[in-house]
């Protein structure tokens, strides 16, 4: 069964960092695109940054120029960079993959999320 385990969030002051991983196990043929996604409370879940296969990123605009999304292929594992932390970054940071898994078709996957809190 494929997961994805979150790891690294917790309470920061503005202005200071915080570094996401996130690991897939399992029986995987092939991870596709992977990438983070928050959600603040009372507002929808949002697409954070997002890297494919090959490296190639995007990111939304207000997180331009203080997150970086990272991958290592070999690890099955995806990075979250996070610099200069504004307290309207506070939110739920949540992981997904496209992943083709043993005995299934390719599908997205998600964490089961980490807290980031940016507050002095």
């Known amino acids: 069964q494929v997961q994805l385990v979150e790891s690294g969030g917790g309470l920061v002051q503005p202005g200071g960092s915080l570094r996401l991983s996130c690991a897939a196990s399992g029986a995987m043929i092939r991870i596709n695109d992977m990438g983070w996604y928050r959600q603040a409370p009372g507002k929808q879940r949002e697409l954070v940054a997002g890297i494919t296969r090959g490296g190639s990123t995007n990111y939304a605009d207000p997180v331009k120029g203080r997150f970086t999304i990272s991958r290592d292929n070999a690890r099955n594992t995806v990075y979250l960079q996070m610099n200069s932390l504004k307290p309207e970054d506070t939110a739920v940071y949540y992981c997904?993959?496209?992943?083709?898994?043993?005995?299934?078709?390719?599908?997205?996957?998600w964490g089961q999320g980490t807290q980031v809190t940016v507050s002095s």
């Open positions: 997904n993959a496209a992943i083709w898994a043993v005995g299934s078709s390719p599908r997205n996957y």
